[in-house]
């Protein structure tokens, strides 16, 4: 059933057939998604229960909205993903990530160690540096600045998308500064964007369940907004497929939305599928089988492009969660931005997702193209790099030498994905 509607999904048929064989109501309210119109949680509830023509109708109004409101390029982002300890007392139920100071395995990445990275990523065209880690009790108060200073001390002009709100939280606390007070002296120290991570679901039932000790609601919306009004600006994530519902799904995307129409502080929204392979939730039948890959996650790219049209443009796939063919397969349901290369991507790989945790940027490349669309580099901020004119016009680093300049081309490269 699966193979046959996504085979039918590559049939590229037209959007008003795909519309004239959905059923009555969902075609309806597919019109007023098309017309400009704001869906509700009730109408993003039908949406994640769309199936068959429904669904293949919801996939081509998501394609449709994506070319109306972004056009046909897919960007992507050149960078490195640095998780700098593995070392974490959170003890999120869905993390294969964490471990204990005294396991074997437990790592801390000294600076020097750090600062080797980022000179690879930068060897290799990075833009951007995405970091963040375990949270480590060991810590001392302002680790999290020291780091940044060292790196931005020596390469100025690379972009730091770095600490999840967790880490806010946890580093204001050890420094004993509010979060604005804390925010606010990261950026001094060249901070340039947050991980919306730390999300999952954004309900605080459903994060009892996943993680008893991991930052409230309240408090995750507190520390993003304050990024927001500092000028730190954030992604957006959402963690599915372990105990959520619909409702949970549908009222996350809301809450990001409204979010954005007070701040427009979110660069772009990344559903990620969670990994259930080597986490406590699987092992203690908390969560069953995952459910196959494929129209499940098409369908919430889908519905996530109806429900934040107009508020946040960017939809991104994640290739280390899906795999690459299927990241491929969510350009055709909304996506218009395929994330970029990591180098490292500890947290999926462990939890045992399948699609390694590097891909050239030629490959990614070469994946966009294979859908019929143009593959354009971006910063952070989505300023668009291919076309060469509008490099750095918003103060972003485009190549970087090591001494903050700019250098030529590249041809290989990393880039992040959300962890906690
Ligand atoms: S998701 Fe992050 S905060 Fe939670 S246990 Fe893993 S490393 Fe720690």
Redesign the pocket.
């Known amino acids: 059933m699966q193979t046959a509607l996504i085979e039918e999904l590559r049939s590229h048929l037209p959007l008003d057939r795909r519309l004239a064989a959905a059923s009555p109501g969902f075609r309806a309210l597919l019109e007023r998604a098309l017309a400009g119109d704001e869906l509700d949680v009730d109408d993003g509830i039908t949406c994640l229960g769309a199936e068959g023509d429904d669904l293949l109708a919801l996939i081509a109004v998501a394609d449709a909205i994506r070319h109306e409101d972004v056009g046909d390029d897919v960007t992507y982002v050149v960078n490195r993903n640095i998780n700098f300890t593995?070392i974490?007392f959170?003890?999120?139920r869905?993390?294969a990530?964490?471990r204990q100071r005294w396991e074997a395995d437990a790592y801390n990445v000294p600076v020097d160690a750090l600062l080797a990275k980022v000179q690879e990523a930068v060897d290799r065209g990075a833009t951007e540096i995405c970091m963040q880690?375990?949270?480590n009790p060991d810590m001392e108060p302002f680790t999290y600045r020291d780091v940044l200073r060292a790196i931005k001390t020596a390469f100025p002009a690379i972009h730091m998308h770095a600490f999840s709100p967790?880490e806010i939280l946890y580093g204001s606390r050890r420094a004993n500064m509010s979060y604005r007070d804390y925010l606010g002296m990261l950026k001094d120290e060249g901070l340039g964007t947050i991980p919306g991570t730390?999300a999952e679901i954004l309900d605080d039932d459903v994060r009892e369940i996943l993680?008893h000790k991991?930052v409230d609601v309240r408090t995750w919306i507190e520390i993003v907004t304050t990024a927001h009004e500092l000028g730190v600006r954030s992604t957006s994530t959402m963690m599915y497929g372990h105990v959520e519902t619909s409702r949970h799904i549908a009222e996350h995307v809301a809450l990001l939305r409204r979010l954005q129409r007070t701040t427009g502080g979110f660069t772009e929204f990344v559903p990620l599928r969670f990994i259930h392979d080597n986490t406590e939730l699987f092992r203690d039948g908390v969560v069953s089988e995952p459910p196959p890959k494929g129209l499940y996650d098409l369908r919430i790219y889908a519905f996530a492009r109806l429900m934040l049209r107009g508020a946040i443009d960017n939809v991104q796939t994640s290739w280390v969660k899906l795999n690459h063919e299927l990241a491929q397969l969510s350009l055709l349901a909304g996506v218009n931005d395929f994330g970029g290369t990591l180098m490292e991507e500890s947290i999926s790989r462990e939890a045992g997702a399948d699609a390694g945790e590097y891909t050239p940027v030629a490959e990614i490349r070469g994946l966009i193209e294979g859908m019929g669309r143009r593959p354009v580099e971006r910063t952070t901020l989505y300023r668009k790099l291919d076309g060469g004119d509008e490099r750095a016009a918003d103060g972003e680093s485009t190549r970087i030498d090591g001494t903050g300049g700019r250098s030529g081309g590249s041809e290989v490269s990393p880039r992040p994905a959300p962890?906690?």
Do not use: E
Request: hydrophobic share 35%.
């Open positions: 593995n974490c959170v003890g999120c869905f993390c990530f964490k880690g375990g949270i967790m730390a993680s991991k962890c906690c």
